[in-house]
Structures are given as C-alpha cells and as structure tokens.
C-alpha cells in the first residue's frame, strides 16, 4: 500500500526542507509533488501581475487558475499514489475547499497530514534572508494556515532541524493516519 504525506505550512516554514530530508532518510522512494512543483508547470507569464493574482489571488483566496491547478494537483496525487507510489507534498492549506477536496480523496487511504508551526517573527525573518519570497507572503498566511484543518503531526520547525522533524513525521507513519477521516466527517 502507498504513502502519501501532506506537509502544511505557510510560506517559508520550512516545507521542502522537511520533503526534502523526508526524502533522505525514508527507505523506500517517494515522489515530491508538491504546490511548487506545480506551480512552475505554468506559462513564464503567469509568475508576472496580473496573471500572478489569477494563480495565488490573496492570503486568503487563490485565484481562479490556482483553484483549477491545485485540484488537480490533489487529484494527480491521488492518481499516482493509486499506482503504488508514494508521494510526498507540501501545501499552503489556505482555502478551505482544498481541505475538503483533499479530506475526500484521501480519508480512504494511506494518507497523512503533518502541519508546520513556527512562530511569526521566524517565518518573516526567514523570508528576509532568503530574498526569493513575496515579503509579507507568510504574515498573511499565518492566522489561516491551520483554520481547517486537524493533523496527524505537528513539528514546530524553530525548535528542530529539518532532519529531527523527518524522524518525527517517521515515526509517527508507524500508527494509521486519521486527519483526513476526521477532516471527512465534520
């Protein structure tokens, strides 16, 4: 039976480091299909306004082109963890619609749901540092990132290095997943 883990968290949290040292250190061979991967499968002009707003719209509300492409992000998840692979995928679970989306594809399977936490001043000081992030993009985020959603996992990335956060998320795929089925039946 496949594996998929949904990492949560707002913009520079720490997300694809997590994936990344998932990666790493898990023994058998996951996919990253993650919101960035996605993403970037868009025409060059759609990462400039106004066609930028179309894709992510505001903190709160995608636009109407991220609607379409994350759904499909969710049912492409779905799809290859269908045929045996195990997917790793990071998201920015700030449209409840998603959550709902994912909660039905997912409640039946082999799936997890991990949420990042760190505190505010961590997350825009990172955005600072790494100079290839909207500014203000996690300020936006933070108080909606978590409304609808409950975890199987939660790691607070401030607290942990990427590598101690992978060996928690392991760990913790030794017990069925149960975020999605309560996310399900709300």
Known sequence: MSTIIFINGTSSSGKTTLLKALQNQLHEPYLDMGIDRFIWMLPKRYFDRPLWDDVLGNAHHSGPVGLTLFSGMHHAVA???SRG?????DHVFVEKAWVDECANLFAAMNAYLIGIR????VL???ERDRKDRTLGQARAQFDIIHKYTTYDLEVDTSLLTPEQCAKHVIERLKTP?????QLKSK
């Open 79 to 81: 799809a290859a963890a």
């Open 85 to 89: 692979n195990n997917i790793l995928a």
């Open 118 to 121: 760190c505190p505010l001043e």
């Open 124 to 126: 825009e000081q990172r």
């Open 177 to 181: 997943p149960i975020a999605f089925k």
